[in-house]
Every structure is written in C-alpha cells, then in structure tokens.
C-alpha cells in the first residue's frame, strides 16, 4: 500500500511542473463520496491548464474524469454506497483518492472495469450528447465526422454507424482512413482540401444532414458548405482553433442551416440526465458496439511523461493514468 498522494502544480509550464505530493484525502461532506481511485483519465484540455493556455488557480490538481470504489459517503448520499464501483466528472482526478459530489458518479455495471470507465465516461458522454439529444440521428441520415478516429471519434464513428446512418468521414491521413472504415465510416475522405467538393460527389450532390466537427477553424466553411438544405452544423472543438466570427446570412444562404456550439454540462446538468447518458454509453458498450480504446496506461506518477506522449501527436485512442 503507497500513502495517498496526488498530482499537483503551483505554476505552469512544462511537464516539470506535475509535482507529486502526499496529502491526507478529505472525508465525505453532505452529498459527498470518498473513492479510491483505480484510474484517472487523460485529456487534451490537462495540457492547456498546465501550460497556462487556459488559467487556473494554482495550486491546481489536474484530471476532469475517473473511475474506483467508494471509501465512505456523506449525510444524504443514497445513490451510491461504499463498496460500489463507479466513474464520474470532476475537477482533481490525478490522485489516488477523489473527494466530490456523489451526485456527479454513475455506477459500473458488471463487466465494464475502472479503467474502461475512466477512459471513456467523458469522450462517451460527449458521442451520445452529439447522437441523441441534439439532433437525434437515424438510419434515414448521411453524418459527416470529422477527426473519425480521435478520442471521442474512436466512440462516434461506430456508433453512429450502428444506429443506421451512413457515415462519411474527414481525417489526415490514409492510416486513419483505414482506421475509419474499421469502425463503420462507409466512406473516407483524407486531407482537407476541397472536402464540401468530395462530399457533394458521394451523396450525389445533395450534402449531408448533420456535420460533428470538432476541428473548427479550418474545417468550419467546409462543414457548412458539406450541408444539404436545413442540415446541422454541430460545432463541439477546436483543434486547429477557434472558428473565425460569420454573418448569420451565411445560414440563410446554404439553406436555411441550423448551427449549434454545444457544452457537454448543459446536457448532463441534472443527476438523471447523466444517468440517462451513463445508461446509454455503457448499454452500447455491452452490446460490443465500441470499446473503451485505451491505446497507452502510465502510472499516476509519470503524468509528465504521458502529457508529453500526448503532445507529441503519439497516442492512439484513450489514454490513462493509474496509481
């Protein structure tokens, strides 16, 4: 057994500044759970707090996503009770205890671990918002996804294909392509030149009903112009920057389009919402419809290490840390 300990910075920069540091984990207030954590998901947004790209109060403990068993609850807490294994959504998950809302943690069912649930429960939520509670999508619909085969690619594009829908999907390079089609994309289209063009060839020139682009700023006219008259342009990310400022007549002129900038935590605000999206994530995940995808594991206290295999555009699928 290790004394707890957590992953904490006082300042920001490099990977130096993750320091480990021993704490006594806090017990339970009202509507609070204490869990020993068996793994901390990794998330791209860890290395913009840690490089200053997106302030936070420092001292500041990384890590918005885990999964363990319950140690002790607070006064009023009936969801969960010690000895159940669960996942949840909180600020300072890089850390061998979490102290937070009981509110906020969903329960594993049998056959899904602690690390698939800490891998996925962010990114899985994220699909099943873009599925069903936006625009819900059908086998009647062509989806145009971008970055098919990222962390929350690796969960939409199978999913989306096994409700029905045709899936045409942008990324980088024929490798990703391949991997695309693996997971149920019927087309691929790589590179980003000319992709409203390519999308109007495979659908006969009528475009698609809905693009989930997490790109942004360079893919974001190319989304709007992939749409058929009164489709979706849903704009989750911004890999490649924010997208740039447009006229609403722009919406007008492609057909009466519909644009939505959605937040994961306007859908899951309530305990029965993220249940409801808990319910469906992990349904969908026994049935065999897509896995957890965890492509690389570091201990809790090589952090350092594994934000710098993050950066360096090296990882596949999910990433997590473990104590």
Same mark, same amino acid.
Do not use: I, N, R, Y
């Given at each position: 057994m290790h004394e707890p300990y957590r992953i904490i910075m006082h300042e920001t920069g490099g990977t130096d500044v993750l320091k480990v540091e021993h704490f006594e984990p806090r017990q339970p207030g009202? $509507?609070? @759970?204490?869990?020993?954590? @068996?793994?901390?998901g990794l998330n791209f947004i860890d290395t913009y707090y840690r490089t200053g790209l997106y302030p936070v109060k420092l001292p500041f403990v990384q890590g918005s996503e885990g999964a363990g068993t319950v140690e002790a609850v607070g006064e009023g807490v009936t969801n969960v009770k010690p000895g159940d294994r669960v996942a949840y959504l909180g600020a300072g998950t890089y850390a061998t205890h979490f102290t937070g809302p009981a509110a906020r943690m969903v329960k594993l069912p049998d056959g899904i671990s602690e690390e698939d649930g800490a891998a996925v429960l962010l990114k899985g939520l994220t699909a099943w918002m873009l599925l069903f509670e936006i625009r819900p999508?059908?086998?009647r619909d062509t989806v145009l996804i971008w970055a098919p085969v $990222? $962390? !929350? $690619?690796? !969960?939409?594009?199978?999913w989306a294909a096994s409700l029905g829908a045709r899936v045409i999907a942008v990324t980088s390079t024929p490798e990703k392509a391949e991997k695309a089609e693996e997971l149920g994309a019927s087309d691929t289209i790589v590179g980003y030149e000319d992709v409203a063009k390519k999308v109007r060839e495979l659908t006969g020139g009528v475009g698609v009903d809905v693009s989930l682009d997490s790109v942004g700023k360079r893919s974001?006219? @190319?989304s709007l112009s992939s749409l058929k008259k009164r489709g979706w342009m849903i704009s989750y990310g911004n890999a490649s920057g924010a997208a740039d400022p447009m006229p609403p007549g722009r919406l007008a002129a492609g057909g009466s389009l519909i644009l939505t900038r959605p937040s994961l935590f306007s859908f899951i605000e309530s305990p029965e919402d993220l249940a409801r999206g808990a319910r469906h994530l992990f349904a969908a995940m026994k049935t065999g419809t897509f896995g957890a995808d965890i492509g690389q594991r570091f201990y809790m206290k090589e952090a350092g290490k594994a934000h710098e295999a993050l950066e360096s555009g090296k990882t596949t699928g999910a990433t997590v840390l473990m104590p």
């Open positions: 009202p $509507g609070e @759970a204490l869990v020993k954590q @068996a793994a901390s999508v059908t086998d $990222g $962390g !929350v $690619g690796t !969960v939409l594009t199978p974001f006219e @190319a």
